[in-house]
């Protein structure tokens, strides 16, 4: 999507509720699935959203992604297969315990991916 087009569904979905990465729903995911790889970016716009969240066996915190938006829902991808994976921040109160869109692995989620939540 280029960024006229961004930024002009955003501007129409003011006021809308805010859907955020769900990382321990992706954590739950990876865990099941054990892929090689798997990236998260919002529905739409991964060209400037997305990128590696978990590969090679470990969780990867140095990359860039915007996980957030009241307009493209929050997705992950694992090997190839796209799932939907976000929670309205109102359901979470403001701030999701912390997340928002430059949340990268929160300990809730390292813990589902070590097996020691949920």
Do not use: H
């Amino acid at each position: 999507m280029d960024t006229l087009s961004a930024f002009a569904m955003g501007r129409a979905s003011q006021g809308k509720p805010r859907m955020v990465f769900d990382w321990d729903k992706a954590a739950e995911l990876i865990r099941e699935r054990k892929p090689q790889r798997a990236s998260a970016g919002l529905s739409g716009d991964w060209e400037y959203t997305g990128d590696t969240i978990f590969a090679d066996g470990k969780p990867v915190t140095d990359s860039y992604t915007y996980l957030a938006s009241t307009w493209a829902p929050p997705e992950i991808d694992i090997d190839g297969a796209i799932i939907e994976c976000w929670l309205l921040e109102s359901e979470l109160g403001k701030g999701v315990n912390g997340w928002d869109e430059n949340t990268k692995w929160p300990e809730s989620a390292l813990a589902i991916l070590a097996g020691d939540g949920r």
